[in-house]
């Protein structure tokens, strides 16, 4: 009896032994992180949807003038061979007043994936960005500022199609000799019907440091069984191309996207500015944006803004924007995502002051 049971406890600190050690092999990490953003906006002109004139001037506060307030979970599992599982929920909120914003409509609508990462490239599986929504951001000379950036002018054609992107599976490449691409398919999730909601993109990059050219593509039907608020099914097909020169502190930026909208604009934004870290601690910005309707070249729009922020910590910084907006014909582009992402005719004048916080 003493011998089974000395031989039951080596066998119970063997597989004890076993787990502990899958457990130190198998390290994972979980990371909390977010952004909070408010301030407030004026402009000297607002839409009136009702009429498409002008309904007169607004002051008010604003979620996310720079950023979209949002938190999220990320983590990794060390897998061993130098491969690793990954996932990240992220999910938007307002400020203002706690309820879900730039989050397409859902508790975790920013991004929700899982995914698989080594030396050969990143494998996900979820809701993410495109790759043409991030070429977009590495070449937009304000970062996609959620105020006088190319953000409104995205949004303002294709709503949330391409920035979130469910039932995706991307692949990203490894960067070899400064070369790296990018490619996603969503599927649409409609049994018997293979092209309702179907959406595709890819990117190619080079980066050597100082040069960075970067294209891009996009094709989306409509359809498909997610319906979200804003809609992310829009059917579009966009391209793009650009490139940045950085000389020390300063970033110069240029590219062109072209925004062919089933039923409506077939736009071509022209944009380029700079980027100017002028101080550690003040960061300086400014850009200009022409859009043009290919169908009807009376309907066109040139957007001018400058930021400024200053940061008072790694995490913690005061703002400063300022963005004026020219339309013509039936171009409405606006100047803030939030509270003016349309303007009307003419002229528009907007400033945006605001704090921003990440954690």
Same mark, same amino acid.
């Given at each position: 009896?003493? +011998? ?8 119970? &600190? ?9 457990? &130190?092999?198998?390290? =994972? ?14 402009? =000297? ?18 979620? =996310? ?28 909120? =307002? ?16 991004? &929700?994936? !899982? ?47 391409? !920035? ?21 398919? +969503? ?24 040069? /960075? ?26 391209? /793009? ?27 071509? @934004? ?17 850009? !200009? ?55 009307? +005719?003419?002229?528009?004048?907007? !400033? ?5 916080? @990440?954690?």
């Amino acid at each position: 009896m003493f +011998s089974q049971r000395k031989f039951r406890m080596a066998g119970i &600190a063997g597989m004890a032994s076993v787990l502990f050690a899958g457990a &130190a092999h198998a390290q =994972s990490n979980v990371t909390l992180y977010g952004v909070i953003d408010g301030g407030l906006l004026y402009t =000297s002109k607002t839409l009136d949807p009702a009429t498409g004139g002008n309904a007169g001037k607004q002051f008010s506060f604003v979620d =996310s003038g720079t950023a979209p307030s949002q938190f999220g979970l990320m983590g990794t599992e060390d897998l061993g061979g130098g491969l690793k599982a990954e996932f990240r929920l992220e999910s938007g909120f =307002s400020v203002a007043n706690g309820g879900f914003n730039d989050s397409n409509g859902n508790l975790f609508g920013r991004q &929700a994936y !899982v995914g698989l990462a080594n030396r050969f490239g990143e494998l996900k599986l979820g809701l993410q960005f495109s790759p043409f929504f991030l070429s977009l951001y590495d070449l937009d000379p304000r970062g996609l500022s959620q105020f006088g950036s190319g953000l409104p002018i995205y949004l303002d054609h294709v709503l949330g199609t391409g !920035v979130f992107n469910a039932n995706a599976v991307s692949y990203s490449s490894p960067v070899v000799a400064g070369f790296s691409g990018r490619a996603m398919f +969503s599927f649409g999730g409609v049994a018997g019907n293979f092209q309702s909601g179907r959406q595709y993109s890819v990117s190619l990059k080079y980066d050597n440091g100082t040069f /960075m050219v970067e294209g891009a593509f996009y094709d989306g039907n409509s359809g498909g069984s997610v319906n979200t608020a804003p809609p992310t099914n829009v059917a579009f097909e966009g391209r /793009m191309l650009g490139a940045s020169y950085k000389i020390g502190k300063l970033t110069a930026k240029a590219s062109f996207t072209n925004y062919k909208v089933a039923g409506g604009f077939d736009s071509n @934004v022209y944009d380029a500015g700079l980027d100017f870290l002028a101080l550690p601690d003040l960061d300086l910005n400014g850009g !200009v944006w022409y859009v043009s309707d290919r169908n009807a070249t009376t309907n066109h729009s040139v957007m001018g803004a400058l930021g400024a922020q200053y940061f008072l910590s790694h995490r913690t910084t005061l703002y400063g924007q300022v963005a004026v907006v020219n339309n013509h014909g039936a171009m409405d582009t606006g100047l803030s995502v939030n509270n003016a992402l349309f303007s009307p +005719s003419g002229t528009t004048t907007g !400033v945006n002051i605001g704090v921003r916080h @990440v954690f």
